[in-house]
């Protein structure tokens, strides 16, 4: 029998692995940077979290959701998302309470059933952030400008922000009944999918892709308008102070997000490098959602982006992530004793943070010489018959080709 991967889901080879190295290397230093902790949650959680925390209206709980029933009858979810589990934890660890102000950041797999293609993936990994505690401007510009770092830093600069805010949430209702005022007029002319959203999810209507869609709500009023002075200042001053610190950013009324939880701030990270899955990365405000789980008021900001876009975006600009790791040392031997010497050998120069491999196949002389130059390694050192004698084998430099006589326990001095 023949098993294939599930659909969506893919592996990634140790050929290709050390893009995502770098990328994960990257993420864990600006987050450092930047002076955010993580925080892991499990990858399951109870059904009803989602559910409450994101939105029963919403693609990702209505018909996205990986759910299933364990043994006991409970209705558990794969982690579409990462914003509902962080806040779950937050709340139930009590960690809530210890400060005022809390950086998170979480870097793991997520499982959305969508219909796969480019870029878009059934399982795919997130990396994440939250700033809980405070409203300030600054948070929102922090969060953003601590994404365009990671991307910067892979070699990402061609990329859009679109930002957008959807004010305060009784502005939000508010704005919506004034949208369904003028949509209801053109409902005849929209997709099937935005007929439907016009109903359970009226703001999407606005990010539909469909190209009659858009030119309807190319005229639609736009929240902006509708939204009070505070709520339009706020959005002002976060448009400002990112153009100030060197995140250009366009206003895009039509970054509505699709999550319920969101408020003020929405933001996505766009790139013409992506396809029609454009998004690099996205999130906004969401100063109701502690509250809706049961938590005292709290705000915070997030936002999530996908690893597996992060490398397709790189690589189409050309960048290297560093070069694959390749051992400094490969040990050839000759015969059954000097393989003896050379796993001593190999693992003393381990043991001292030198990388080095032996042949464990038990090849020939020139297969072994082979291996090592497939590897790329700096070094080989051969033992045979005689070098046993002696105590010595033969180092050689590949890059050279030089050779000296190092002793068995002198390599780690000649080598650098
Ligand atoms: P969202 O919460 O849908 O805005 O997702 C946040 C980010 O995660 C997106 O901007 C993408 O980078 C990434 N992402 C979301 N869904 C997928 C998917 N199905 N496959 C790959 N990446 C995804």
């Not at 989602?50 to 409970?74: C, P, S, W």
């Not at 975006?313 to 390749?326: D, H, I, L, W, Y």
């Amino acid at each position: 029998m023949n098993f294939r991967k599930p659909k969506g889901t893919k592996d990634i080879l140790p050929k290709e692995i050390y893009k995502w190295h770098f990328v994960e290397k990257t993420i864990r230093e600006v987050t450092d940077l930047f002076n955010f902790s993580e925080i892991r949650t499990p990858t399951f959680e109870y059904t009803d979290l989602f559910k409450r925390g994101v939105g029963a209206e919403t693609d990702i709980v209505g018909k996205e959701m990986y759910t299933f029933l364990d043994k006991n009858g409970d209705s558990l979810t794969l982690k579409p998302e990462g914003t509902a589990p962080v806040m779950r934890a937050f709340l139930e660890s009590g960690i809530y309470g210890e400060q005022n102000l809390h950086k998170l950041y979480y870097l793991t797999g997520m499982f959305r059933y969508e219909k796969p293609q480019a870029g878009r993936y059934r399982e795919h990994t997130q990396f994440g952030g939250e700033i809980l505690g405070s409203n300030s401007i600054y948070t929102d510009v922090e969060l953003i400008l601590m994404a365009k770092e990671v991307y910067n830093r892979c070699g990402i600069n061609n990329f859009k922000i679109k930002l957008n805010s959807i004010g305060k949430p009784e502005e939000r209702r508010n704005y919506i009944k004034i949208l369904k005022d003028y949509l209801r007029d053109h409902l005849n002319e929209l997709s099937e999918e935005s007929k439907k959203r016009y109903e359970s999810n009226t703001l999407r209507v606005l990010d539909s892709k469909d190209s009659g869609d858009r030119q309807i709500t190319d005229s639609a009023p736009k929240i902006i308008d509708h939204m009070g002075t505070e709520s339009r200042q706020r959005f002002h001053d976060v448009v400002n102070e990112l153009t100030r610190l060197g995140a250009e950013c366009e206003i895009d009324f039509r970054i509505v997000r699709g999550l319920d939880y969101y408020t003020d701030t929405t933001f996505e990270f766009v790139s013409s490098d992506l396809g029609s899955q454009d998004a690099l990365g996205g999130g906004g405000r969401y100063d109701g959602l502690i509250e809706q789980l049961g938590g005292k008021p709290c705000p915070g900001v997030g936002f999530g982006s996908g690893i597996e876009r992060i490398i397709i975006v790189a690589e189409k600009n050309g960048f290297t992530f560093g070069e694959p790791g390749n051992p400094l040392v490969y040990f050839i031997a000759l015969n059954e004793e000097a393989r003896k010497v050379a796993f001593a050998a190999a693992l003393s120069l381990r043991q001292n943070n030198i990388s080095s491999e032996t042949d464990l196949l038990g090849r020939s002389f020139k297969a072994q010489m082979r291996d090592a130059n497939k590897m790329g390694v700096k070094y080989v050192y051969i033992i045979g018959e005689d070098e046993i004698k002696k105590g010595m084998g033969i180092l050689k430099n590949m890059s050279d080709s030089s050779q000296i006589e190092v002793s068995f326990d002198k390599i780690r001095e000649n080598i650098v």
